[in-house]
T-cell receptor, first 114, second 115 residues
Framework: GENVEQHPSTLSVQEGDSAVIKCTYS??????FPWYKQELGKRPQLIID?????GEKKDQRIAVTLNKTAKHFSLHITETQPEDSAVYFC?????????????FGRGTSLIVHP | DADVTQTPRNRITKTGKRIMLECSQT?????MYWYRQDPGLGLRLIYY???????NKGEISDGYSVSRQAQAKFSLSLESAIPNQTALYFC??????????????FGEGSRLTVL
């Protein structure tokens, strides 16, 4: 099955700095890569995703890049703010029977210091 | 707003007891999932269901069972709870078909403590 490695497990930055979280996956058939944000005590929510036919996607201060050859993808957050503090999960999945069954990384706890 | 609702939100029980966690959704989605979250281990899939007659094991199904009572309801059971099943459990849903985006919609979570 799919295996997703996520680094770092903890990331501490100053407000205004950039943050980068990296993930690798093992199954070359995976073609959908979502990122979820989980604030303290809350449920995970999708913040951005990328599909295998795209190399980069941006949404305001967040961006995701994908390198299919190397089987890795990354989340970039620019101009970090205290409200970006949360646990971030990457995932890799492939479409099967009309659905995607994601395999998640172990999560990165991002702490943004004011 | 359409949502995914889990009950109970918190439960403390003893080793050997049977526990049921329930999930209901008003999103109209056909796919439902149960995940377990442990600190440092991320979200691990226990079971998933594509429709009422379809149940599939995930990566950590041992010690758990599920029932899909209706398209909107998916329950998770621990037949004989043990302490290492102490965790935060999430139900999730997704839509299928040509318009499916792949996004999972999570419930608020059920925190289970087994003493």
């Amino acid at each position: 099955g799919e295996n997703v490695e996520q680094h770092p497990s903890t990331l501490s930055v100053q407000e205004g700095d950039s943050a980068v979280i990296k993930c690798t996956y093992s199954d070359s058939a995976s073609n959908y890569f979502p990122w979820y944000k989980q604030e303290l005590g809350k449920r995970p929510q999708l913040i951005i995703d990328i599909r295998s036919n795209v190399g980069e996607k941006k949404d305001q201060r967040i961006a995701v890049t994908l390198n299919k050859t190397a089987k890795h993808f990354s989340l970039h957050i620019t101009e970090t703010q205290p409200e970006d503090s949360a646990v971030y999960f990457c995932a890799a999945s492939m479409r099967s029977g009309g659905s995607y069954i994601p395999t998640f990384g172990r999560g990165t706890s991002l702490i943004v210091h004011p | 707003d359409a949502d995914v609702t889990q009950t109970p939100r918190n439960r403390i029980t003893k080793t050997g007891k049977r526990i049921m966690l329930e999930c209901s959704q008003t999103k109209g989605h056909d796919r439902m999932y149960w995940y377990r979250q442990d600190p440092g281990l991320g979200l691990r899939l226990i079971y998933y269901s594509f429709d009422v007659k379809d149940i599939n094991k995930g990566e950590i199904s041992d010690g758990y069972s599920v029932s899909r009572q209706a398209q909107a309801k998916f329950s998770l059971s621990l037949e004989s709870a043990i302490p290492n099943q102490t965790a935060l459990y999430f139900c999730a849903t997704s839509d299928s078909g040509r318009a499916a985006t792949g996004e999972l919609f999570f419930g608020e979570g059920s925190r289970l403590t087994v003493l």
